[in-house]
């Protein structure tokens, strides 16, 4: 079993600046990726962000390209979001999941965190 816990979130002015992060425990050896989602009210689950292990190999979503940064700690088994630029249209509940290979599809995690709230305002 896996559990992951997110952290960091918060709110934020227009502009500013956070740091998601997801604290992997339990049998982490099964994971070999990690994404980031977000669901905003009104809206379906939006793939945001992923890190497959294999190469530390990255992918994101056009509206965050070249403002958010994922990045891993094996040593820690923990991942972070590094969220930059922040627009009130990134607010939204930000999740955190893993499973054997980061992908934009979320039918591809086997383990979710329960969620942390970032609101972004205006």
């Known amino acids: 079993q896996v559990q992951l816990v997110e952290s960091g979130g918060g709110l934020v002015q227009a502009g500013g600046s956070l740091r998601l992060s997801c604290a992997a425990s339990g049998r982490t050896f099964s994971i070999y990726g990690m994404g980031w989602f977000r669901q905003a009210p009104g809206k379906g689950r939006e793939f945001v962000a992923s890190?497959?292990?294999?190469?530390?190999?990255?992918y994101y979503a056009d509206s965050v390209k070249g403002r958010f940064t994922i990045s891993r700690d094996g040593a820690e088994n923990t991942v972070y979001l590094q969220m930059n630029s922040l627009k009130p249209e990134d607010t939204a509940v930000y999740y955190c999941?893993?499973?054997?290979?980061?992908?934009?599809?979320?039918?591809?995690?086997?383990?979710w965190g329960q969620g942390t709230q970032v609101t972004v305002s205006s």
């Open positions: 999941a893993a499973g054997a290979r980061g992908d934009y599809n979320p039918l591809a995690y086997d383990y």
């Open positions: 890190i497959r292990w294999s190469g530390d190999r990255v």
